[in-house]
């Protein structure tokens, strides 16, 4: 069935260091939904991505979506503290029952002051 | 802003017993959804609900878990007997109904469910 791969699954960085978490699907993708979750708190909605080769920016956050429509990336430029959570990826399928969102296992990222 | 309400936060329990969750979603949200997180991993959807049809339970092990939502406003999800595997995160999340292929509006999640089967 349809997975979605997040790597890495953790990434230390120290405070003003960019990082990077890649998304792969087995299956080509209608969209994909980004989300963050801080410790012992809930995930959080931050971007939806539908369109191939799609980029969209907020503040020092960078989404791309892939031009084949399987792979998704999120780039934080100059990390801070408050970038600490983990982050998913979670893609919708585009036909019968691959149309459920499946979500990525997030890849946590730890920020050093 | 308007949020997901979800009870009790933390629920110990022994196994063999009965457990239920209660989830209320954001007014006007007609898909909810029910996750399981087991800590470390992503969220796993149990049940999802189009008003108070089941869209999907596909992932809903259904030999103890059942999920209700009768009057298409807040849900309930119930299991019996609980097992000491059931030990996670229980998030309820409430969205508008998806558009076609393209749109899919964004799932807000509330505070979750700890539950810890001894």
């Known amino acids: 069935g349809q997975q979605v791969m997040q790597i890495p699954q953790y990434q230390h960085v120290q405070e003003g260091e960019d990082f990077t978490t890649y998304c792969n699907s087995s299956?080509?993708?209608?969209?994909i939904q980004w989300y963050k979750q801080r410790p012992g708190g809930h995930p959080v909605f931050l971007i939806q991505?539908?369109?191939s080769g799609e980029v969209k920016k907020q503040k020092r956050l960078t989404f791309q979506f892939g031009e084949a429509k399987k792979n998704s990336s999120l780039h934080i430029t100059a990390t801070q503290t408050t970038d600490v959570g983990t982050y998913f990826c979670?893609?919708?399928?585009?036909?019968?029952?691959?149309?459920?969102?499946?979500w990525g296992l997030g890849t946590s990222l730890a920020v050093n002051p | 802003e308007a949020e997901v309400a979800q009870s009790p936060r933390y629920k110990i329990t022994e196994k063999s017993q009965a457990v239920a969750f209660w989830c209320d979603p954001i007014s006007g949200h007609a898909t909810l959804y029910w996750y399981r997180q087991i800590l470390g991993q992503g969220p796993e959807l149990l049940v999802q609900f189009q008003d108070e049809s089941v869209v999907d339970d596909s992932q809903l092990p259904k030999d103890r878990f059942s999920a209700e939502r009768l009057k298409g406003v807040d849900s309930t999800l119930k299991i019996q007997p609980a097992e000491l595997g059931d030990s996670a995160m229980y998030l309820c999340a409430s969205s508008l109904p998806p558009v076609g292929l393209a749109a899919l509006y964004e799932q807000y999640f509330g505070p979750g469910t700890r539950l810890t089967v001894t």
């Open positions: 299956t080509t993708l209608s969209n």
């Open positions: 979670a893609g919708r399928g585009r036909a019968g029952n691959n149309r459920k969102l499946i």
């Open positions: 991505l539908v369109k």
